[in-house]
């Protein structure tokens, strides 16, 4: 079982740069493919971002292409987003979320951090 939290959310301008860090607690992090969903106001739940449970492969939403980055650091469960170039649009709240038996791109995923807010002001 994991525990996940994420944190680095917060206010920026459009264009700015953000980098979310989820923690995780529990041996088996490596095992779990990670990803990063966002949902903002009125809308569903999205994937944004995916990676394998080596980091090899990854996962990006058209919208994030070439703006967001994800990584992870399996010796300090750590899964990471680097938030570039950022816009009005991209204003959402953040979550981690790791599953065992998931695809990077669809899941499923069994783990679901709190969620780190992202405003982006225009």
């Known amino acids: 079982q994991l525990q996940l939290v994420e944190s680095g959310g917060g206010l920026v301008q459009a264009g700015g740069s953000l980098r979310l860090s989820c923690a995780a607690s529990?041996?088996?992090?490596?095992?779990?493919?990670l990803a990063w969903f966002r949902q903002a106001p009125g809308k569903g739940r999205e994937n944004v971002a995916g990676?394998?449970?080596?980091?090899?492969?990854?996962y990006y939403a058209d919208a994030v292409k070439g703006r967001f980055t994800i990584s992870r650091d399996n010796a300090k469960n750590m899964l990471y987003l680097e938030l570039n170039s950022l816009k009005p649009e991209d204003t959402a709240v953040y979550y981690c979320?790791?599953?065992?038996?998931?695809?990077?791109?669809?899941?499923?995923?069994?783990?679901w951090g709190q969620g780190t807010q992202v405003t982006v002001s225009s």
């Open positions: 529990g041996r088996t992090f490596s095992r779990h493919v």
């Open positions: 979320t790791a599953g065992a038996g998931a695809t990077i791109s669809s899941g499923p995923f069994d783990y």
């Open positions: 990676i394998s449970q080596t980091g090899r492969n990854t």
